[in-house]
């Protein structure tokens, strides 16, 4: 879309997007097309994934995804471990956010095992902070990350330096920094260190002052507004036809947010309202996003406000070697930073579950709707969209 | 949840009923009615959101379960619809003119376990793995420990060995031994 | 387009003159303290359970023998080794590890060429970060895997169970067995400890998974008397029980009583489908219905031998029905188990004393083989002065008699020497006919040894004082008391240590230090010895002897004389799982000399 900017763009009607679909079939042989293959080796910040573009010109006429790079039959692999066993594995299939995959599992093997209400009250709360914190580690990558698909490298180091120092906050209070394998069936596995909260609030500060930063870096950055305002548009008609949830749907006046949907923890207890747009491109999804950074870090704020000082970190449970759950299914949901997440969780009486299965955003926004949005766009855009759509490949195959 | 249920009971003939919380229930119909329902709920319930298409062996049932989970955006609710299909000749009636999304389950689905969807666009493009030779990976009977000790070559360095067994050795070992110990010990 | 668009994204600029935030020095960062890095155990505390391979994901850890740490009691000798190629330290092998010594540092980095030295045994493959207090460890604040409390047996309250023989302990529901059987690990340590060898493990699984019937069978294949086990066994493998090391041991005894009790005694041949109709031809003579005997037919039974038990007394059981107390061991229960045994084509004459009614050289002629299990029948004496008088009792012959049901003398006041477990008995029965017969206890119980080292169970002695009897530890006795051939009551001086520092027997006394237990009563229970009568003079000189005066024999339980296998108390223990162990050895010896 430079070319606009330029002023030679094509216009609007010409583009080749009102004529062909994802399912046209193109005469390669006809040397008007060429295809060329991005990725699978990172294509902008996305991870191993590739997109196999037809472009003709600069104009991208058929798009298709292919995952794979990564699959390591994460599902599979649970089916065979035991309850306990699950959520170091599980954490894998989302590298943005991990935490949240361990909460499918703690929560969908309480719920199907009738301990859903015994978990200490504390528990959840710790589980709300680390669910929180790597909402706003993920968005610390992610809103200067969009800038980044614009050569806007700046934004993302800082972004980067802010989410080193949450991840030394889940260090401490996980001991691990990526993979926190915090949140266990029955509670967490550990209770807050001392000093965290006042630790947190200085990093929040610095947040705080990013958030300023970053939004004359691109908010009020010509570059980028130009570039991407009126790209890759979500209308509102998409948002079911394709599956879409999150802030892609929020940014395009969706309002759908689980935790205001379909509380859980304590979400109900919070006070805040989810930011929407009725733009749906990719200046409006970044929009939403950092409207979230701002709204996440009140969110930290207010947990450690209402949290229990201290409590029990987990119920009393069967011993994990033993434990085995009578035959049931059952889907849980959160809200992470890309979207609706869940799991389909099935149980057959044994001590392993019969099947899991993850419901990643990914799985729709990055090939049904990135396949569509792909259609008619300039090669030089193909990051920016995936990066707005928020691609996470690890979660698609699993 | 529950008058919603009966109505949609008397209209297709539910079975397995489970509320499983105030918001989520699954219930099963039968294959033939299964799409028809879907579209039902789609159409005239709110059930526009199409959270997820999932498949489970149950192998000693000679059955897959398919199950379409559906949300309804505006009571906030949602609704597992099952369908059980027969394991041997695994096929399925695509849903891939309901929503755009869900030709990628059946596409997973297909290489995942093997059931085929007429007329699902690009249903046999591999997904995940490419060449692969074995039954479809996400099979009950697809052993993944059996693959990989077939597939790859362990380094050979590392021993085990069972407590109780050892110290049996060490300890007793002309105690007269049990038919599972004799069994081991051969 | 606006201008302040253009202009504004400079602002930027302005970190060109700000401190950088880089850390200064990235290789010496300190990790948070309860950072997951590398391994360490302690490998004194460590007992090689393997509970951390067993919940490892990712089969990260083997156990292997360490040089230097013994296989033992209670310790496998095994120590964990970890493989940092499949390794994602996710530490649930120390958050579950049954004695705390395992834990990760908060060291990770480490630098190899060789890709073999990232397998290794912490704590004793030297490491540098060992010495690190910092890392993760068990987190608390009620984060358990398994819980730590025993289920509560239910018992009859002291004042309910005083005045009669009824069994007081109630026995596990099925909902508290599974609640208790889920707590074992499954390490299968106890196994070594236990004298028979149970497969524990393979039978608390079965009460998990709700299969008593497979329980059953899996008690059979180490043990004959499993209801009897199940309630007065001495239980030495829940000392070394390794959920013990961090919270109560199993309760396995009260575990295989379940199985046992809720197994109809009519179902037992369905359910154990153990064929000995087929005869080897061969005939083995059993002396004494004692468990070792009955274990040691049960088996030989089973290989198809024909064994025929001689019993001196009206009924089976040995020390089981004549020494143990009814409300710990009601006939009955005893009874079940004996019958299957007898089920099983055993034969039982009763009446029959070895020695006089037939001679041993007898059965050995009339027989292939001779297993004689004649347990410790006789009492022992403090010999002080007074020990003649009629009224002091040996406790062996007065829980006899209350058995055999006859009369014996109950006065006011009673004095019981020792602190055994049989003393408690006695102590126990006792103070139930005095209650019966006058509505009060007074019943004491003194031994030489002080409270702590004291030999009978704890549980006995808490239940003894529960029963208003009085256990009163750490008194030597000097002399019985008498007036007008009387029995007055018992002198004795504090002990100060009973053994010396070679921990032989050699008990030092404060001789300034007096008590007086009057008494009308004294009952002498130090001890048992045997009584080997039955063998003739010629015949002992055949027979090798210990030292310590025991019938020598081989690790079968075979004697000096080829045909003659002597086990049970008078070799090892006293106690029943011994007897049940000797004669299921013994069993497997006779087989061994007669299949030759
Ligand atoms: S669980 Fe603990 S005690 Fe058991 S083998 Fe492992 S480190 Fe040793
Ligand atoms: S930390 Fe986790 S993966 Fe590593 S050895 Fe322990 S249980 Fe296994
Ligand atoms: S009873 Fe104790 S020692 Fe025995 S297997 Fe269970 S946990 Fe291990």
Known sequence: ?398 | MKSFIEKLNSKYVLQEVVYQRDDLVFAAIKKENAIDAITYLRDYEDFTHLVLMSCVDWIEDGKYQLLYLLHNPILKNDIGIKVYIDRENPEMVSAHHLWKSIWTYQREMHEAFGIVFPGSPRLKENFVVEGWDEIPFMRRDFDTHEYAEKTYFPRGNRKSNDPAEYMRKKLYPSQPVTAKQRKDDK | MNIKDILTPFTAWANVVKEPVTIKDPFNREAAPRYRGFHDNDIEACIGCGTCEAICENQAIDLIPVDGVETKDGDSGLRPQVDYGRCCWCALCVDICTTDSLRLTNEYTWIDTDPDNFIFTPGVTPKSWYKKEEGWRKPGNGYEFYSKERVDMEELHAEERIDSFIEFVKGYSKEQAEKEADRCVSCGICTATCPAHMGIPEYIKAIRNDDLEEGLRVLYETNPLPEICGRICTHKCEDVCSVGHNGDPLSIRWLKRYIADQNPSEKYKEILNQDTSKSNGKKVAIIGAGPSGLSAAYYLALLGYECTIFEKLPEAGGMMRYGIPEYRLPYDQIDKDVNYILELGVEIKYGVNIGTDIKLEQLGKDFDAVFSGTGLHLGRSTRIPGTDNENVYFATDLLREIVLGKDIYVPEKIVVIGGGNVAMDITRSLARLQQIKYGKVDCTATSLESEDIMPADREEVVEAREESAIVDPGWGPKSIEIENGKVKGLNVVKCLSVFDENHAFSPKFDEDNKKFFPADMVVESIGQGMDLSYLSKEFKEKLKFTERGRIKVDEYFQSGVEWLFVGGDIIEGPDVIHGIANGHKAAVGIDNLLNK
């Open chain 1, 1 to 398: 879309m430079i070319n606009k900017f330029l002023g030679f763009t094509p216009k609007k009607e010409m583009l080749p997007s009102q004529t062909v679909t994802p399912d046209t079939e193109i005469d390669l042989s006809s040397h008007k097309y060429q295809k060329i293959w991005l990725g699978p080796n990172h294509p902008g910040v996305t991870g191993n994934m590739a997109v196999e573009l037809t472009v003709q010109g600069n104009t991208i006429m058929k798009a298709q995804t292919h995952v794979g790079y990564l699959h390591r039959g994460f599902e599979k692999l649970i089916e065979r471990r035991l309850f306990v066993q699950g959520f170091p594995t599980s954490i894998r299939m989302c590298v943005a956010e991990p935490d949240t995959n361990e909460y499918f599992i703690a929560r969908a093997t309480e719920e199907l095992s009738g301990y859903a209400d015994a978990v200490p009250e504390y528990a959840n709360w710790l589980r709300m902070l680390s669910l929180e914190m790597a909402r706003l580690q993920g968005l610390l990558r992610g809103v200067p990350g969009q800038g980044g698909t614009f050569a806007l490298g700046i934004g993302v180091q800082w972004g980067v330096y802010l989410r080193d120092l949450i991840l030394d906050r889940f260090e401490e209070l996980t001991g691990a920094r990526v993979y926190h394998m915090f949140i266990i069936a029955g509670g967490v596995r550990g209770n807050l260190p001392e000093g965290f909260k006042a630790r947190m609030e200085d990093n929040l500060r610095d947040i705080d002052d990013f958030i300023v930063k970053i939004k004359k870096l691109m908010f009020h950055n010509s570059i980028f507004k130009t570039r991407a305002k009126g790209l890759a548009v979500i209308t509102p008609d998409m948002v079911d036809k394709f599956g879409i949830v999150g802030t892609n749907a929020r940014a395009c006046g969706v309002k759908r947010d689980v935790r205001k949907d379909n509380p859980y923890l304590y979400y109900d207890q919070l006070d805040f309202d989810p930011p929407t747009a009725t733009d749906g491109d990719v200046y409006a999804r970044t929009w939403i996003r950092w409207q979230e950074l701002i709204q996440t870090v009140d969110l930290i704020r207010q947990i450690m406000a209402k949290m229990p000082e201290t409590g029990d970190i987990r119920c009393k449970m069967p011993n994990v070697l033993n434990w085995k759950i009578p035959k049931g299914e059952t889907y849980v949901r959160l809200e992470s930073g890309r979207g609706e997440m869940g799991m389909y969780y099935v149980t057959d009486g044994s001590d392993k579950p019969r099947r899991i299965n993850l419901r990643g955003p990914s799985y729709n926004h990055a090939i049904s709707v990135l396949e569509h949005m792909l259609i008619g766009a300039d090669v030089a855009d193909v990051h920016a969209i995936m990066v707005s759509l928020q691609t996470c490949p690890p979660e698609i195959e699993r």
